[in-house]
């Protein structure tokens, strides 16, 4: 009989706008180590996989020996699984097409498999959070950068014909509207993620001689959120209105596909229900009236790092095994 090594660990990378965090991860599911780097550091993506590279072999060596990781996974915005690339992405500084997982893979000499970012965390969510036993649901992101999302259905991810699938951000909500980083208009992403808040608040203000506790400060989410617990009318306006257009537009998603649940994930959701009871409204106000009542909409329960570089590992282990170490 022959005798089989089994590999027992992988290396889980979280690929942020900027940092990057990476761990070492095992076969139950224990972060061994962790470590990261800083995204912005490194303009250029070669010299990024080179560093990269060096932080996971120190890494390995320093913590059982890099003949006990199987493979890598990473998730990263406008990362294509498709393909293995980040393709064209909007909000990091690499331009163009990335092959990403190419140039690590001959870096290290391992499989590496590549994921968008709200695929590894929906990855997060089905193995350690809220979507475990689930089937059929929906992650939503809501970041600071933008609006992401990740359909599982009959236990599987839905990538779509080019891995494109999920860019639940760009889906237009108000025709003609305001320019989007991706160069169309009217994107959720520009009334429902932190910048669309704050250019609503600004239309608000200018619009308005209304008195406001946001007038001369600043107007990121959470201040916004502060000024809501103060009871400035113009503040709770700014939520009511992302509110509204992000739970009309996951109400269409779940009208088309009827998950199980919603699983909201990402910096946003701190904002509590400033943002999730204008959202729920408006969803049970435009969903199928056959589902009505019938979807949960959920926050994470999960830390979003912890979460993210467990959905990376859990990548990792669904590629193929490759070594030049054999």
């Given at each position: ?163 494109f699938a999920g860019e639940f951000g760009h889906a237009c909500v108000v025709p ?151």
């Open positions: 009989m022959e005798t089989v090594n089994i590999k027992p660990r992988v290396v889980g990378i979280d690929i942020g706008v900027n940092q990057s965090k990476l761990a070492i991860v095992d076969v139950r599911g224990n972060i061994i180590a962790r470590d990261f780097l800083e995204t912005t550091d490194y303009h250029e993506p070669s010299a990024y996989v080179a560093a990269l590279s060096e932080k996971i072999i120190m890494m390995a060596e320093a913590n059982g020996g890099y003949e006990t990781i199987r493979s890598v996974g990473i998730s990263s915005p406008s990362a294509n699984f498709v393909t293995g690339c980040i393709e064209h992405a909007a909000n990091l500084q690499w331009k163009g097409i990335v092959p990403l997982a190419a140039m690590l893979r001959d870096r290290l000499g391992l499989a590496v498999a590549l994921a968008n970012d709200v695929h590894g965390t929906a990855l997060g969510e089905r193995t350690f959070g809220g979507a475990h036993g689930m089937r059929n649901f929906i992650v939503i992101s809501l970041g600071h950068g933008g609006i992401g999302s990740c359909l599982f259905t009959n236990g599987k991810p839905h990538l779509g014909t080019r891995g003609g509207g305001r320019l989007c980083s991706c160069g169309r208009r009217g994107c959720l992403e520009e009334y429902a993620s932190a910048r669309g808040m704050k250019k609503t608040a600004e239309e608000l203000l200018a619009s308005s001689q209304e008195p406001s506790l946001m007038r001369g400060g600043d107007l990121s989410p959470k201040a916004i959120a502060s000024c809501c617990e103060q009871g400035d009318a113009l503040a709770l306006k700014v939520f009511r209105e992302a509110g509204d257009k992000l739970g009309m537009a996951l109400a269409n998603y779940a009208s088309i596909v009827d998950p199980e649940a919603i699983i909201l994930t990402g910096e946003l959701t701190s904002l509590g229900h400033w943002l999730t009871d204008p959202l729920e409204e408006s969803f049970e106000s435009h969903v199928f009236h056959n589902i009505e009542g019938k979807v949960k909409i959920m926050v994470s329960m999960l830390d979003d790092d912890e979460r993210d570089v467990l959905g990376a590992s859990a990548l990792a282990w669904e590629v193929k095994e490759y070594s030049l170490f054999k």
